[in-house]
């Protein structure tokens, strides 16, 4: 990207709407990308996933009791939400098997959209997963420089200099920037207000490859560089959320960064149903000590919500 370097403190200090020049849209994006990596998560976190869908004019919601290990990465989910739970499937007539093979009417799944395996610590494609380190080690810190180098292509290993120019005697070199291409092509919209926060809006156009890099608007915060809101082309992994784009809204806790809802911004026709709107909700986020879960990855199945990595 045009003048991306490696030192994530340069982008920091970078005057976004220094004199009376429009700020650069490149570095007002590079500026959100080194907002995420600077946030660093408790290891252990648990938290309620909400689906809540509106059908007609009935509105239904069941939420997931999840956990985040932050460590590894895992995420830990109670496949049965407590809706399944208020109003268990009662089978009705009889459900036939012929050697082995069910051949009456199986039996329908109770979640609207899918079951979450969603962590609300996702960045979406704006920063790789940084694992968490114990409290009181240093090992965070390597693996976030280890990360910052693998996402900026930076080709010299700790502690070596790069090259020096070979250019004549005359000549001094002042300045060694890592240079990478464009993932997106950028457009600076304006200044918008969202959630009390004055946010530059940005424009993103991928130039490859739009079913992964997804990004569409961003909403970047003038000040700190974090991002309260985006826009994206499609979401999770597979199923109807792909078909739709969403929005995204962020939020503040004890000074970290964590997703707070993802909303489908057209209808949604899951099995059979069709969903005027569709919220995916993170709720009563807490950190904790000891998680009371397994803190291992389920089996992904065929009816989940999942995030790309």
Same mark, same amino acid.
């Given at each position: 990207?045009l003048g991306r ?25 590079? !500026? ?19 689906v809540e869908v ?30 399944? !739970? ?43 997963? &940084? ?11 390597? !693996? ?29 070199? &002042? ?67 792909t078909t739709v ?46 998680? !009371? ?17």
């Open positions: 990207m370097v490696l030192c994530l403190a340069v982008l920091s200090a970078l005057t976004l709407g220094a004199g009376n020049a429009a700020p650069d849209p490149y570095v007002i994006y590079d !500026q959100a990308e080194s907002f995420w990596f600077s946030q660093s998560y408790p290891p252990y976190l648990e938290y309620h996933v909400a509106r059908e007609a004019a009935i509105a239904r919601v069941e939420r997931y009791a999840s956990g985040f290990d932050a460590m590894d990465g895992a995420i830990w989910v109670d496949p049965v939400s407590d809706y399944e !739970q208020a109003h268990p499937y009662v089978p009705h007539g009889i459900n036939v098997s012929i050697l082995g093979m069910n051949v009456g009417k199986p039996e329908p799944s109770i979640d609207f959209v899918g079951v979450p395996i969603l962590t609300p610590t996702y960045s979406f494609g704006m920063a790789p997963f &940084i694992a968490a380190a114990p409290p009181g080690s240093a090992e965070s810190a390597r !693996q976030l420089v280890a990360a910052i180098r693998r996402a900026f292509h930076d080709p010299y290993p700790p502690g070596r200099a790069p090259p020096r120019s070979a250019a004549p005697n005359h000549l001094l070199e &002042i300045a060694h920037a890592v240079v990478t291409r464009r993932i997106y092509d950028i457009t600076l919209l304006g200044v918008e207000g969202v959630d009390g926060h004055d946010c530059y809006h940005l424009r993103l156009s991928p130039r490859q490859d739009p079913g992964r890099y997804r990004l569409r608007d961003l909403w970047v915060d003038e000040g700190s560089g974090a991002t309260w809101r985006l826009r994206e082309a499609l979401n999770f992994v597979e199923g109807p959320g784009p969403w929005t995204v809204r962020f939020d503040n806790i004890a000074g970290v960064q964590y997703v707070a809802d993802e909303s489908a911004d057209a209808p949604l026709r899951s099995r059979g149903a069709t969903y005027s709107s569709v919220v995916v909700r993170f709720e009563g986020l807490h950190a904790v000590t000891i998680p !009371q879960w397994n803190p291992i990855s389920i089996t992904p199945q065929s009816n989940t919500l999942r995030e790309p990595e």
